[in-house]
């Protein structure tokens, strides 16, 4: 069973940095799709980066130029780089994976993914 476990999370003022990572394990292979999403109360879930099976970077307008997503696929990690945190980017992040081949260089739709993480609360204060 693929387990995933973020960390990274914390609370940082506007203009500051996180690092966000997840951690795979159970996975039979490296050769995963992921994304990362974020949740803010009262808000839908929305996808920010991902990176499919081609190795395409994907991003929601509202991070590009701030957010850099990156994995390493011999340890099954994938991270988030966040730079220049706004208010707005407060939320919990979660970590997805799954298998199967997805490509195109475009956010992964939610319901391709298999594999959920716990999340890591990111808190930005202005």
């Known amino acids: 069973q693929v387990q995933l476990v973020e960390s990274g999370g914390g609370s940082v003022r506007s203009g500051g940095s996180l690092r966000l990572s997840c951690v795979a394990s159970g996975m039979t292979d490296a050769s995963y799709v992921w994304g990362w999403f974020r949740q803010a109360p009262g808000r839908q879930r929305e996808e920010v980066a991902a990176?499919?099976?081609?190795?395409?970077?994907s991003y929601v307008d509202s991070v590009k130029g701030r957010f850099i997503m990156s994995r390493m696929r011999a340890k099954k990690t994938v991270y988030l780089e966040m730079n220049n945190l706004k208010p707005e980017d407060s939320a919990m992040y979660y970590c997805?994976?799954?298998?199967?081949?997805?490509?195109?260089?475009?956010?992964?739709?939610?319901?391709?993914?298999?594999?959920w993480g716990q999340g890591t609360q990111v808190t930005i204060s202005s």
């Open positions: 990176i499919d099976s081609d190795g395409h970077e």
């Open positions: 997805a994976a799954d298998q199967r081949y997805y490509a195109g260089g475009y956010l992964i739709p939610a319901d391709h993914y298999k594999y």
